[in-house]
C-alpha cells in the first residue's frame, strides 16, 4: 500500500533523526532503520497494528526497542502516518 506523511510525521521524523544524531552516528542509523522497517511493515499489514480505541480509525505500532509509536490511520488506497511520538511525552492530542 502506498504511505503518505503528514506535515506532523516529517516534522517528527526531522527531530529524532536530530535527538539520536546527539547520540552518536550509530545510534542514529539504527534508530532509522527501525523506523524505515516498522513503516514498511505497515504498509504491507496496515490492519495489524493495534487500532487506537479514544481515536475511531487511528492504529498505533510501537517501535519496541526504541522509545516511540508511530500513528497512522489506513485510507482507501494509502496509509498516512500522522505522527511518530516519543513514548516519555504526555499524551497526543490529534488536532482536528
Same mark, same amino acid.
Given at each position: 500500500?502506498? +504511505?503518505?506523511? @503528514?506535515?506532523?510525521?516529517?516534522?517528527? +521524523?526531522?527531530? &529524532? $533523526?536530530?535527538?539520536?544524531?546527539?547520540?552518536? %552516528?550509530?545510534?542514529? &542509523? $539504527?534508530? %532509522?532503520? #527501525? &523506523?524505515? @522497517?516498522?513503516? %514498511?511493515? *505497515?504498509?504491507?499489514?496496515?490492519? $495489524?497494528?493495534?487500532?487506537?480505541?479514544?481515536?475511531?480509525?487511528?492504529? *498505533?505500532?510501537? +517501535?519496541? #526497542?526504541?522509545?516511540? !509509536?508511530?500513528?497512522?490511520? &489506513? +485510507?482507501?488506497?494509502?496509509?498516512?502516518?500522522?505522527?511518530?511520538?516519543?513514548? $516519555?511525552? !504526555?499524551?497526543? @492530542?490529534?488536532?482536528?
Amino acid at each position: 500500500m502506498k +504511505l503518505e506523511y @503528514t506535515n506532523q510525521a516529517l516534522a517528527d +521524523l526531522r527531530k &529524532i $533523526a536530530a535527538d539520536s544524531r546527539a547520540l552518536g %552516528e550509530d545510534v542514529a &542509523i $539504527a534508530v %532509522e532503520m #527501525r &523506523i524505515r @522497517t516498522v513503516i %514498511e511493515r *505497515v504498509a504491507q499489514r496496515p490492519k $495489524a497494528a493495534e487500532p487506537v480505541a479514544e481515536r475511531p480509525g487511528m492504529r *498505533v505500532v510501537p +517501535l519496541i #526497542r526504541y522509545p516511540y !509509536k508511530i500513528f497512522y490511520r &489506513i +485510507l482507501e488506497d494509502r496509509v498516512r502516518i500522522l505522527h511518530i511520538r516519543h513514548t $516519555a511525552r !504526555k499524551p497526543w @492530542t490529534e488536532k482536528r
